[in-house]
Each structure stands twice: as structure tokens, then as C-alpha cells.
């Protein structure tokens, strides 16, 4: 199975995916949480990719899409959660090729979304405590600016496919909901 979860950053995508993976055995891909790794690990990808996330502007596509590529390409017995990717309409397109040359295909594409307001104010308290050197209010409206700009638009790249998820209320609500859309 593989699963792309959407929407804007303090939605709570990660969360979410997580719960999703361990339920059904996917590997959970969050590129955001690859390249904080690659940055503390002081690898030429993190390198690259840390001024970009600094000041809370996309990785390159390129960058993004080599990284992931390799990722399915060495775990093809696994289903996967994508978290936080793709991010802009090329990477959509390049994991579309990836995924025809694999002969694989996508099963659910879910988009949870939530009032801008509230994400801001969750973002400014995750900022309290996660240590992550893109969580200043400055950056966090940023994130939101490049979403709007550069992921949004994938909403309707997936309009065939893409469940949508009300993102307001606890963790166990937001995934009874996602778990009412899911059946394998
Ligand atoms: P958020 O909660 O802000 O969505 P993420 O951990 O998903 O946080 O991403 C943090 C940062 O990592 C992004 O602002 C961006 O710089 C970089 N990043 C993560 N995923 C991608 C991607 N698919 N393409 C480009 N940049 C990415």
C-alpha cells in the first residue's frame, strides 16, 4: 500500500503518519524528518538542503527526488507513507515516473486541512520545545507562504484520488477519521 498524507505544515501529518505506518506495517517517509537527519549528520545532501530549510524555503525538487528514489528503490517489499512529500508539482511528476517504471501505484492520497490561525498557534508552541532551527514565528509564516505558493496546487494535481481530512479535534479523532476512509 502507499499512502501520500497533504497538508499545510502543523497539520499534524506526522503524527498522523506515524499511527498510519505502524497500523499497517509502511514504512514512514518523512523527507522533512530525512533531512534534519542528513543536516546533523553533516552528509553533502544536509549540507546542501540546510540553508534552504533555515529560512524555510523547499529543498530543491532534484535534491528531493534522487533522495526518495533511492529510498523505495532499496525497500520494494514495503508499503510506504509519504509525509511531507511530494511538495510542488515536479516531484509529483517525478514520483509518478518512478512509481510507472516500478509498476506501482498510489492508494490514497489524504489531505488534512485546518484553519490557518490554529496552525500558526500549534506551530508556535511545538516551537517551545522542538529545538528546530526553522520553528521562529518568522519562518513558520513562511512555511505557511510556500504551502500556500507550492503545495496547495497539488490538491488539485490529485483531484481524482485525494480524500479530504478535517484536521480539527484530538490525534485519535483526526485518525478514527482517516481510518474510517481506509480499508485493505
Ligand atoms: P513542516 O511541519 O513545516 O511541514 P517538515 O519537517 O515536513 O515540516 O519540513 C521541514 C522543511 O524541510 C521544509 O520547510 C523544507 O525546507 C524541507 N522539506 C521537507 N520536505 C521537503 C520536500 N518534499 N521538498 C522540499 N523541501 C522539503
Known amino acids: 500500500m502507499i499512502v501520500i498524507i497533504m497538508g499545510p505544515p502543523g497539520a499534524g501529518k506526522g503524527t498522523q503518519a506515524k ?93 488534512i486541512s485546518l484553519d490557518k490561525n490554529i496552525l500558526v498557534k500549534r506551530l508556535v508552541e511545538r516551537a517551545k520545545s522542538s529545538g528546530r532551527a526553522d520553528d521562529s514565528e518568522e519562518v513558520i509564516i513562511k512555511r505557511q507562504d510556500v504551502y500556500e505558493e507550492l503545495t496547495k496546487p497539488l490538491i488539485d494535481y490529485y483531484r481524482h484520488e485525494v480524500t479530504q481530512i478535517n484536521g480539527d479535534g484530538s490525534i485519535e479523532e483526526v485518525s478514527k477519521r482517516i481510518l474510517s476512509q481506509i480499508n485493505r
Open 19 to 111: 499511527i498510519l505506518a505502524e497500523k499497517f506495517n509502511l514504512l514512514h517517509l518523512s523527507t522533512g524528518e530525512i533531512l534534519r537527519n542528513e543536516i546533523d549528520n553533516g552528509s553533502d545532501l544536509g549540507l546542501k538542503a540546510q540553508r534552504f530549510m533555515d529560512r524555510g524555503n523547499l529543498v530543491p525538487d532534484h535534491l528531493v527526488l534522487e533522495m526518495i528514489e533511492k529510498i523505495i528503490i532499496s525497500n520494494l517489499d514495503m508499503g510506504f507513507i509519504f509525509d511531507g512529500f511530494p511538495r510542488t508539482v515536479p516531484q509529483s511528476e517525478g514520483l509518478d515516473s518512478l512509481l510507472d517504471r516500478l509498476k506501482l501505484k498510489i492508494n490514497y492520497v489524504l489531505n
